[in-house]
């Protein structure tokens, strides 16, 4: 954990669930952690600004109040599809865009951008020319705009996520150029507060099924130990990767062992 003492550290949703543990495990190998949230976290971070990710102007006002520069940038926030699905694309694809983009020049040299996506977008290759028709929009309010303009099929939870995909794919090599680095970590099921929200809208028994082939869901830890890897010297040459983490369903669908879930 060498890697982080005296590091500072931007992380979004930091008051609960994988962003809460992203910055307990952080503070204590000894980094300075800067929180984004709507929620006060119990985290003893540096310093908390109060947020919504929603909008760009609040992401805006946020970043004019980090003062320095910044080794990392945690984009773990996000939403359920229990949200408008207007705000869900907000918070969960432009807020990562723009807040990535918007710190670029506030990053040290060999700092590191990890997104927390899902594998709830494990279809973003179906949709991949919608997907790259969206992040050709310059600006969050046109991607906003976009999305009114084309609606998608099914939970937009999903469509979220299969941008933030392949957002983060995108843009490795640009990122390299500027001596940084951008990867994301793809969970499955994770017991979170907001988990009775994915049951709503993904299903309780498709969540149930994954958690009895299982044994049980993910915990926060396990997510947060592969976070704070991708943010190591020791993932210094993985770049642009999405990084699958959830106990091995996916590997199981992908490989025809069991059948996609219908979520």
Excluded: C
């Excluded at 300075?32 to 006060?40: A, F, G, P, W």
């Excluded at 939403?79 to 918007?102: K, Q, W």
């Excluded at 996520?161 to 090599?173: F, P």
């Amino acid at each position: 954990m060498s890697d982080f003492a005296g590091k500072r550290y931007v992380v979004t949703g930091a008051a609960s669930g994988i962003g809460h543990q992203v910055a307990e495990n952080l503070i204590a190998a000894g980094a300075v952690v800067y929180s984004l949230d709507r929620n006060e976290p119990s985290a003893k971070v540096e310093r908390h600004i109060k947020v919504d990710l929603a909008h760009h102007a609040g992401i805006d006002e946020a970043i004019s109040r980090l003062d320095g520069d910044f080794d990392g940038l945690l984009n773990i926030a996000g939403i359920p599809g229990t949200a408008p699905a207007d705000t869900v694309l907000a918070v969960n694809s432009l807020a990562v865009r723009h807040l990535t983009e918007s710190l670029l020049d506030r990053l040290t040299p060999g700092a590191s951008v990890v997104v927390v996506s899902s594998t709830a977008g494990y279809a973003w290759a179906d949709r991949l020319a919608a997907i790259r028709d969206l992040l050709a929009t310059d600006t969050f309010e046109e991607g906003a705009q976009w999305f009114k303009d084309h609606p998608q099929e099914g939970n937009a939870y999903n469509f979220s996520k299969e941008v933030t995909t392949v957002y983060t794919m995108s843009m490795a090599l640009a990122l390299g150029e500027m001596g940084f680095r951008i990867n994301a970590v793809l969970p499955g099921p994770v017991e979170t507060p907001i988990l009775t929200d994915f049951e709503k809208s993904m299903g309780k028994d498709q969540l149930d099924g994954v958690k009895e082939l299982l044994g049980r869901h993910a915990t926060p830890d396990d997510i947060a130990g592969v976070v704070l890897f991708l943010l190591s010297d020791a993932a210094r040459w993985i770049n642009g990767h999405a990084l699958i983490v959830d106990g091995g369903i996916s590997a199981s669908v992908f490989s025809g062992n069991v059948p996609a879930p219908e979520i």
